[in-house]
């Protein structure tokens, strides 16, 4: 495959609210610099022709124009004068009367290749705003395949994964940050799961009530940042974008982060709200004071100094602590992270035993366990995450993702029947085996199917794993994650709990520093109400918001297009 790179920029500044001709000014100043840098393709923030926070619909009705409007036909002359592409955000007048938030592309000749309305909208565009009805388009061009998105819709996974599902390499995100999470955890995430390059241009400043802070940047496809923009400045950012080598498409155990998904297992994901079992289980009453429940990542698996008495004796001193839910890392009977054929099958010899022991753990404090194990059945060999109550086994979860070194001993994973959520005393419980924690997809059906909590049971290959993926995806579907991690893995312990609205902090390490002992015990006090509270603000439902109709394309396979 030819490799391809051209210089991309980022442009950070800030739209005056109503001045059409000043917003036109500082647009064409920032693409000036940013091709006196050398970018062939330049990406604007957010609504840069009108500002953002309009007084009524009334207002922004009065400062919208259509996309063959002045500020479209500046934007035009400014690509086709630099012989560049150009991206920008927009607040549209569409022909139906109504007013969209849009991004818009530019090619080198000045014409309109790419327009997109923003679908996922926060509680002060729902005042003004309609819900975007042109689907996730992408858009063949000479730089790539390029798809937009605007701000919020980062938040919703399925948006940027349906670019990337369709080819894209690349992903320009017109953006009003108000916090910086938004920037310095989602979008490098968002870049990682898809294997995409994501340029997103924001504000800095202040508009009314909104401050501004910034985070402009330009992220590779495996989450590193490559260009930033300082906060509360104002300025562009160039980067080298470097296309056609596969960078970016593998995870860090070598798999194919699109060859190796699993879409027969993802069906869910385009069912109307409506019709999942999540939406029934939403409307369920709940008590939230007889709905708290002890949760913990045990840190205890077989090693060259630890035995499987020895992680039975971490579960029960986790137990004593009053901890209903014990979750162990990947593999927890194994001496190997990654085991080899003939570890996995004397694994799958002692499983039987390994379950009758977390059995006991469980009878004797009352308590439920996920014993990450392999068994054999008559199919073959299978990674299986057991999940234990007292009264014995409750139900299993077969890895639906394999990784490089199962290949080998593991049956195929399109023979696991998908994902499956278990109904207990503590809350639903859903599981992820190792990679199965990497797809977004995953998370996101277990959470339609109706769980509370989810145990990722972990081998993490890679640091960002932690630090993006796990916050993201609790936060993404609302729900508890326990991540058990091993602490023989390449990215080894770090066990950690992601409560459903994530942390006070967005970088991970700053509320739970990771902690790679043997052994240790990550608790956390769940409150199943909060799990069962899908807004991120009034109005704003990161499940009922979503767009199903336009997700298909991710449950097929994906195009050969994919390195």
Not at 5 to 23: I, M, P, S
Not at 226 to 245: F, K, P, Q, Y
Request: one cysteine or more; aromatic letters at 6%.
């Amino acid at each position: 495959m030819t490799i391809r790179r051209f210089l991309a920029a980022v442009v950070q500044t800030h739209a005056e609210l109503g001045d059409l001709a000043t917003n036109i000014a500082r647009s064409q100043t920032h693409v000036d610099e940013a091709v006196r840098q050398g970018a062939q393709l330049v990406v604007l923030p957010e609504c840069m022709n009108s500002g953002y926070l309009f007084d009524s619909r009334a207002h922004a009705l009065s400062l919208a124009e259509p996309i063959d409007g002045p500020y479209c036909q500046a934007l035009a002359r400014m690509s086709r004068g630099h012989g560049i592409h150009l991206g920008a955000g927009l607040t549209e007048l569409g022909q139906d009367g109504q007013i969209y938030n849009s991004a818009v592309l530019f090619d080198p000749q000045g014409r309109l290749i790419g327009h997109y309305r923003k679908q996922f909208l926060p509680a002060q565009d729902q005042r003004w705003f309609s819900v975007g009805d042109l689907g996730n388009p992408m858009v063949d061009t000479a730089l790539g395949r390029i798809g937009l998105l605007v701000c919020f819709d980062g938040r919703i996974p399925e948006v940027a994964r349906c670019l990337a599902a369709q080819g894209a390499e690349i992903i320009l995100d017109m953006a009003n940050f108000f916090v910086m999470g938004q920037a310095d955890l989602f979008v490098p995430a968002r870049a990682m799961e898809n294997g995409v390059w994501i340029l997103a241009a924001t504000k800095a400043g202040v508009e009314r009530s909104i401050y501004y802070p910034g985070g402009s940047l330009i992220v590779a496809p495996t989450g590193e940042v490559r260009a930033r923009i300082a906060n509360d400045t104002h300025g562009v950012a160039v980067g080298e974008i470097v296309l056609g080598n596969g960078h970016g498409a593998p995870w860090a155990d070598g798999s194919p982060k699109w060859r190796s998904r699993e879409p027969s297992a993802y069906g869910l994901l385009a069912q109307p709200f409506e019709t999942t079992p999540l939406a029934a289980h939403l409307n369920q009453s709940l008590r939230p004071e007889s709905a708290c429940v002890k949760i913990a990542a045990v840190q205890a698996h077989v090693d060259d100094q630890h035995g499987i008495d020895d992680c039975f004796a971490m579960a029960r001193h986790a137990a004593l602590l009053g901890t209903k839910l014990l979750a162990m890392p990947l593999h927890a009977g194994a001496g190997s992270a990654a085991p080899t054929r003939s570890e996995s099958f004397e694994l799958a010899a002692r499983t039987p035993a390994l379950i009758d022991g977390m059995h006991r753990v469980c009878i004797e404090h009352d308590c439920y366990a996920v014993l990450p194990t392999v068994e054999s059945t008559s199919e073959g060999q299978h990674t299986t995450a057991v999940l234990i109550g007292p009264q014995g086994v409750i139900g299993r979860q077969r890895q639906v993702h394999r990784s490089p070194h199962e290949q080998g001993w593991s049956t195929q994973a399109c023979n696991a029947p998908g994902f499956t959520v278990f109904d207990t005393p503590l809350g639903r419980i859903g599981m992820l085996l190792g990679p199965d924690g990497l797809y977004p997809e995953s998370t996101r059906v277990l959470t339609l199917m109706g769980a509370d909590i989810i145990v990722w049971a972990a081998a993490w290959q890679h640091a960002d794993e932690r630090r993006l993926l796990a916050v993201s995806k609790a936060v993404d579907n609302r729900v508890y994650l326990v991540c058990a991690n091993r602490t023989d893995a390449p990215s080894p312990g770090g066990s950690f709990v992601v409560p459903p609205a994530g942390f006070p902090h967005w970088d991970v390490n700053v509320n739970a520093a990771p902690n790679t002992r043997w052994g240790a015990v990550m608790p956390v006090f769940a409150e199943l109400a909060i799990a069962r509270q899908k807004c991120m603000e009034p109005g704003v439902d990161m499940l009922r918001n979503r767009l199903p109709h336009t997700y298909g394309v991710l449950t097929h396979p994906v195009t050969d297009t994919h390195s």
